[in-house]
């Protein structure tokens, strides 16, 4: 029976890889930026079969390999947001403090045009979270902007590790104490909440060991455990099979869920947001718990009030691996721009600002292994920039994924839209939130949103 | 032994450099007179000046040049290897008027009510906003403040920011904010019927023009009895914007917004009016440019107004509308207190197609003529108001340290709430351990 599954699963998985398109080519003459490696003047990278084969000088493309001259320009690997809700079509499942059952990956679109917008920003993979209207939130899906596929399948990072959202503070005490009059109301509350949630995922694990173990002992009579996917997410925690990516802001709950995860030995976590992570850096750095923050975002809420933008600089001068996210469709666009921001707050090199949007990212996505540097074997994700990409001058001209040219600025055509809704009317503006929406966290738990424009129904971008 | 406490303090903050820094630093402006040395000075109006000196005396630029003595008594500010600039006048925010965006209790921006121009955001403004430190430290020293909502939202103001009440901090312009109707969808979570959205901006639009018509009659009648018609708060602060004497700043942005609002304009042959935001300027560039209406471009960096627009119109939106023939300034247009980042807004509009040159003009001088203060700022001139700050490189490139900065004479601190609690927590005290 066991050989069957692993036959299927081995028969899936060769279908997947089938699926996805790799490429070959050869990048030409660009100041090559490994990240991980230093720096190489005037470099080629060859690429086969949607990997790096060889990074060096005066490589020469064979017969069939798509040559991208990169002559004067600046070539880094594809940036990865690890904080980002594009690409799905449900965000929030807010009807329970826990709903660590649900997956974002359930909801993917692959037609939505801000997927490639990030690709004009340079970036390759995304992180596509839940939002943060529950204490434990749904799994999250880490995605390769393989913009053009039709099929969302294809756009996951087939292998990617598992990952669940948690969120402290002011948006669950806000929609369920606030909103729905249960626990959640208070800071004490989403502690507890979150501590009953692993009390209970322990107490289903152990009853699931002591099961597996006496049901392989001879005249056995038992009868399993009742399955719980929620409790079996939780038990997977425990196990250490899912990272966690918590939102947070304020310095306190940061600090209460090291505690929570201290006793029950859950080791990987990565904080979300963290604008208070600079007061608690020395506890973070301590635990090996990693930092994913804004640049300079604060003020629209409360819990920003007490901001600082020289927050990843003091992380990382504290020793925790951090990156910059962008929770938004618009500043995804530019987060080689936000992590140049660490180096007017806080002057870190240009190595540190760079790794925060890319071996950082990647790292906390448990990814490190095959993206997030230019190196022989990593998998050829790559932004070509025109000018140095920590200079506010600089444009991203080519974006490649898997050695596949998903961005090309020269070739960029006005409309990119894979479906056009046929009842959409062209002259009536789709007229965006001009400014950063700061509550992407929030969609699909804005009742405010609801009542100020009616049902809230999001079905396009 | 009192005297050796001093002294050893004296010794320790020197010995230990960067807190040094920190501990001399005084929250309180300095006023007085000062001489900036040795610096390239980028004018905006003359020039580029190499190796140039700026002094500021009582408040205002009383010399600048190569060939420039230093006065008795002046503070020397060494700025060799350094760059001057103008401060730069963010075109739209509600500094002063938002403390926390979430809290209603902190935000004064958007008063009850459609129809309420006699609403002026000067007294509202909190000089001790936690958000005007932070902004005006990157350089960032002067602000048009923007009441919100509604149709005629009330009364915006520049603002320098730097004062203890909003008449020190008035910089010498009022604006009249109006809202034109909006005729698209306000995101993709504006479910609306094409119809509704129509019925709402026909409504809105027969509102507006009642109240013009009503200001026309109230202008007549206030002339005809000279100054003793009834009191009427909301007709007397649109009587200004009427008799051509005050700007009428118009939130615009769809292009078929922008197209009826500037025969809105012109029908009622409008003197003094500014379009803002204007997101799809760049489809009615030509219309505009026409028009001679001069914008408020941004934010810049912000999304496309449609799906089929092509990924980077909002960059080179401010560009497009330039090179049409338009007069452009540049706002930063965030409403969660990160003024601070306009001249990346203008980075990017020079990135993607604009020139820095001209970019440069949009977040000074250009904005300075708009709003009829180019004699006080937005340029490096003698006789000007000393409202400048020195940088160590282009002010557009993320990296570049602002290391200086005078507000209307008054050297201010280079500190905010976000410095100071840099300095408290990189080495933070104790660490781990109790």
């Known amino acids: 029976m066991k050989q069957l599954y692993t036959a299927l699963l081995l028969l899936f998985v060769s279908v997947a890889f089938a699926q996805t398109e790799r490429g070959n080519m050869l990048i030409k003459g660009g100041n090559v930026l490994t990240i991980t490696r230093g720096n190489m003047e005037n470099t080629d990278i060859l690429v086969r079969d949607g990997k790096i084969v060889q990074i060096g000088k005066n490589l020469t493309a064979p017969a069939g390999f798509q040559t991208v001259d990169a002559t004067g320009m600046f070539v880094m690997p594809g940036i990865i947001d690890a904080h980002s809700h594009i690409a799905i079509d449900a965000v929030n499942e807010a009807t329970s403090p826990v709903t660590a059952e649900v997956f974002t990956g359930d909801a993917v679109n692959p037609f939505q045009v801000s997927i490639y917008r990030a690709l ?92 597996n173990k006496e049901k392989t002992q001879k005249g056995f009579r038992g009868a399993p455990p009742a399955y719980n996917y929620r409790l079996e997410t939780m038990a997977d925690i425990i196990r250490g099979n899912i990272i966690i990516h918590c939102h947070s802001y304020r310095a306190d709950e940061i600090y209460m869920l090291l505690g929570v995860l201290k006793d029950y030995g859950v080791k990987k976590v990565v904080f979300q947001h963290v604008n208070e992570g600079f007061k608690v850096a020395p506890e973070l750095a301590e635990f090996g718990a990693m930092a994913s923050v804004f640049s300079d975002w604060w003020a629209y809420k409360f819990e920003v009030y007490y901001s600082t933008a020289y927050n990843a600089a003091i992380l990382v001068r504290n020793g925790v691996t951090t990156s910059i996210n962008s929770d938004d469709a618009e500043l995804m666009r530019h987060l080689y721009h936000e992590a140049a921001k660490s180096q007017k707050y806080g002057q870190l090199t240009d190595d540190e600002a760079l790794a925060m949007i890319t071996i950082n990212p990647a790292k906390q996505l448990g990814i490190e292994s095959r993206v997030g540097s230019l190196e022989v074997g990593k998998e050829a994700d790559i932004a070509i920039f025109k000018n140095h990409p920590l200079s506010v001058y600089t444009v991203p001209m080519f974006t490649i994924v898997d ?59 | 032994m009192r005297m050796r406490n001093i002294l050893s303090t004296a010794v320790l903050a020197i010995c230990l450099g960067l807190s040094v820094h920190s501990i001399a630093q005084t929250a ?40 420039v003595s230093v006065p008795a008594g002046a503070e020397v500010i060494d700025c060799k290897g350094k760059f001057i600039y103008p401060g730069m006048i963010d075109g739209g925010s509600i500094l002063g008027l938002s403390e926390v965006g979430s809290d209603p209790r902190t935000n004064d921006y958007n008063e009850v009510g459609d129809v309420i121009p006699q609403v002026k955001a000067l007294v509202a403004v909190n000089p001790n906003a936690t958000a005007i430190p932070v902004t005006r430290v990157s350089g960032v020293t002067t602000s048009l403040v923007v009441p919100q909502g509604g149709l005629f939202s009330g009364t915006a103001a520049l603002i320098n920011l730097h004062g203890y009440n909003p008449d020190q901090m008035f910089a010498g312009f009022e604006a009249v904010v109006m809202n034109f109707p909006q005729t698209g969808r306000r995101g993709s979570f504006d479910r609306r019927s094409e119809d509704d959205i129509k019925k709402a901006a026909d409504k809105s639009l027969a509102k507006i023009n009642e109240t013009w018509d ?36 118009v939130d615009v942005n769809a292009a078929n917004d922008i197209k009826a609002a500037i025969k809105w304009v012109q029908d009622r042959k409008i003197k003094k009016v500014i379009f803002s935001g204007v997101a799809e300027g760049w489809r009615v560039a030509d219309e505009l440019a026409k028009a001679k209406i001069p914008v408020i471009a941004g934010p810049v960096q912000s999304l496309p107004t449609r799906e089929s627009d092509r990924y980077d119109r909002p960059y080179a939106n401010p560009g497009l509308m330039h090179k049409a023939g338009v007069t452009v300034a540049l706002q930063a247009g965030d409403r969660n207190m990160n003024y601070r980042n306009l001249p990346f807004h203008a980075g990017f509009a020079a990135a993607y197609g ?77 660490g781990t351990k109790k």
Not at chain 1, 423 to 442: E, F, P, R, S
Not at chain 2, 366 to 381: R, T, W
Request: hydrophobic share 35%; net charge neutral; with cysteine.
């Open chain 1, 120 to 211: 004009a920003g340079g970036v390759t993979a995304v992180h596509s979270m839940h939002g943060s209207a529950n204490a434990i939130g749904g799994q999250c899906e880490t995605l390769k902007l393989r913009w053009g596929v039709k099929d969302p399948e294809r756009l996951k990072m087939d292998g990617a590790p598992r990952t669940i959202k948690f969120a402290l503070g002011e948006n669950p005490t806000r929609v369920h104490g606030s909103g729905n009059g249960i626990v959640p109301r208070t800071r004490m509350g989403v502690e507890f909440v979150i501590r009953e949630a692993f009390a209970q995922g322990k107490a289903y694990m152990e009853a699931w060991d002591k099961y």
């Open chain 1, 403 to 461: 050695g596949i040219v998903r961005f090309n600025r020269e070739k960029d055509a006005d409309d990119q839209r894979l479906f056009v809704d046929p009842k959409a009317t062209i002259d009536v503006t789709l007229y965006q939130n001009l400014g950063h929406n700061h509550d992407n966290c929030m969609e699909g738990a804005e009742y405010e949103t609801a009542r100020l424009f009616g049902t809230f129904n999001k079905t396009e971008q």
């Open chain 2, 28 to 67: 309180k402006g300095k006023t007085g007179t000062f001489a900036l040395t040795g610096a390239t000075i980028e004018t905006i109006t003359k020039g580029v000046i190499q190796n140039g000196t700026v002094i500021i005396s009582n408040g205002k630029i009383t010399a600048v040049g190569t060939n």
């Open chain 2, 214 to 249: 009503k200001a026309m009659q109230y202008h007549k009648l206030d002339s005809a009895t000279k100054g003793k018609v009834e009191y009427y708060p909301q007709l007397q602060a649109l009587l200004p914007v009427v008799r051509g004497e005050r700007t009428l700043l």
């Open chain 2, 354 to 430: 604009w020139s820095r040159e001209e970019a440069l003009k949009a977040v000074t001088i250009v904005p300075a003529q708009l709003f009829g203060v180019a004699d006080k700022l937005g340029s490096i001139e003698t006789g000007k108001s000393a409202t400048l700050f020195v940088c160590d490189g282009d002010p557009f490139e993320t990296k570049t340290q602002v290391s200086h900065v005078f507000i209307e004479g008054w050297q201010i601190p280079m500190v905010s709430r976000q410095t100071e609690l840099y300095d408290e927590f990189l080495e933070r005290s104790p």
